[in-house]
Nanobody, 120 residues
């Protein structure tokens, strides 16, 4: 059984910072890419940032220069440092990991989501 547990969300004023964490646990053999998605009310879920096992990153244009994704492979953990937050960053943030657990092949796993609310 694989679990992704997120933490670090909350309420912050515009211009503030938050750091999200997501730890993967269970019978994990290997983790491929890890990422953060978000979904605001009435909108589709969108990819925010992605990181490969070797540290190559990709960001949606709206967060470039403000958010930084990183990972600790020894701890099976991915982080999202969010600076200069804007009200439009308000959303439920989900952790995603493409990993191989018991059995063949890789598949996507998701966390339960952590709320980020940015007040103006």
């Amino acid at each position: 059984q694989v679990q992704l547990v997120e933490s670090g969300g909350g309420l912050v004023q515009a211009g503030g910072s938050l750091r999200l964490s997501c730890a993967a646990s269970g019978s994990i053999f290997s983790i491929n890419y890890m990422g953060w998605y978000r979904q605001a009310p009435g909108k589709q879920r969108e990819l925010v940032a992605l990181i490969t096992p070797f540290g190559i990153t990709n960001y949606v244009d709206s967060v470039k220069g403000r958010f930084t994704i990183s990972r600790d492979n020894a701890k099976n953990t991915v982080y999202l440092q969010m600076n200069s937050l804007k009200p439009e960053d308000t959303a439920l943030y989900y952790c995603n990991a493409n990993l191989r657990a018991v059995g063949p092949g890789y598949r996507d796993y998701w966390g339960q989501g952590t709320q980020v609310t940015v007040s103006s």
